[in-house]
C-alpha cells in the first residue's frame, strides 16, 4: 500500500509566492525526505527530516513534521520559475529494519509562472 | 560527471522481447537501487543491492532479474517484456545499507508496444 500520500496532487502559483505541499504517512518512521523531480530528469534530494525533529530548513525550504499526526509539510518561500517542478516525499521506516528502502507519494506537481 | 549514469534513456521493445538496463554509479557508494515509476509518477522499490549483496527483493515477477557484477554496477534484465512493464525505471545509490539519501539516475523510459 502508497505510504506517503502528497496534496494537493497540483499546484500553480505567481512567482514571488510562497508554495505548501503537504504529506501524510501511515507507519512509524526513522525519517521523512522530500525530493524534486524536473521533467524527464531522475529525482533529487532536497532535505531530510528525522523523527525526534519537528522543523527544518534549508534556504527557501522549510520542513515540519508532526509524528503525532502522520504529516509533513514543505513550505518554498519566494517561489521562482525554476522551482517549476513535481515534489515528493519519501519516508524511511522505523526500526531499523527499512535497509534504506524509501516509500514515495505520489507526489505534488508545482508550476510557478513567471 | 554524472554520479548515477543509466543506459539507454529511452528503450522502445516489441512484447516478448528480453532487454537490459544498465547503471553505474561513481560516487563510492556501497548500495544501489532500482525503483520504477509508473504513467502516474508513482514511484516503487523494485531491488537494492548492498555491495553486491541482494537485500532488498520486492513482489517482482521473476522476469525481472538484477545483476551487480561490483558495487559500482547495478543491471536490470527483463525477459519476455509486458505492456504493463512500460514505466521509468530509475536506478539510485546511498553510501551504505540503510542510509539516506538517495541518488538518481535520470531513468530511463521503457515503452512495450
Known amino acids: 500500500s502508497q505510504q506517503g500520500e502528497e496534496d494537493p496532487q497540483a499546484l500553480s502559483i505567481q512567482e514571488g509566492e510562497n508554495a505548501t505541499m503537504n504529506c501524510s504517512y501511515k507507519t512509524s518512521i526513522n525519517n521523512l525526505q522530500w525530493y524534486r523531480q524536473n521533467s524527464g530528469r531522475g529525482l533529487v534530494h532536497l532535505i531530510l527530516i528525522r523523527s525526534n525533529e519537528r522543523e527544518k530548513h534549508s534556504g527557501r525550504l522549510r520542513v515540519t513534521l508532526d509524528t503525532s499526526k502522520k504529516s509533513s509539510s514543505l513550505l518554498i518561500t519566494a517561489s521562482r520559475a525554476a522551482d517549476t517542478a513535481s515534489y515528493f516525499c519519501a519516508t524511511d521506516g522505523a526500526g531499523g529494519t527499512s535497509y534504506g528502502k524509501l516509500t514515495f507519494g505520489q507526489g505534488t506537481i508545482l508550476t510557478v509562472h513567471p | 560527471d554524472t554520479a548515477v549514469s543509466q543506459t539507454p534513456k529511452y528503450l522502445v521493445t516489441q512484447m516478448g522481447n528480453d532487454k537490459s538496463i544498465k547503471c553505474e554509479q561513481n560516487?563510492?557508494?556501497?548500495?544501489m537501487y532500482w525503483y520504477k515509476q509508473d504513467s502516474k509518477k508513482f514511484l516503487k522499490i523494485m531491488f537494492s543491492y548492498n555491495n553486491k549483496e541482494l537485500i532488498i527483493n520486492e513482489t517482482v515477477p521473476n522476469r525481472f532479474s538484477p545483476k551487480s557484477p561490483d558495487k559500482a554496477h547495478l543491471n536490470l534484465h527483463i525477459n519476455s517484456l509486458e505492456l504493463g512493464d512500460s514505466a521509468v525505471y530509475f536506478c539510485?545509490?546511498?553510501?551504505?545499507?540503510?542510509?539516506?539519501?538517495?541518488?538518481f539516475g535520470n531513468g530511463t523510459r521503457l515503452t512495450v508496444t
Open positions: 539510485a545509490s546511498s553510501p551504505r545499507q540503510g542510509s539516506s539519501p538517495l541518488h
Open positions: 560516487l563510492g557508494h556501497d548500495t
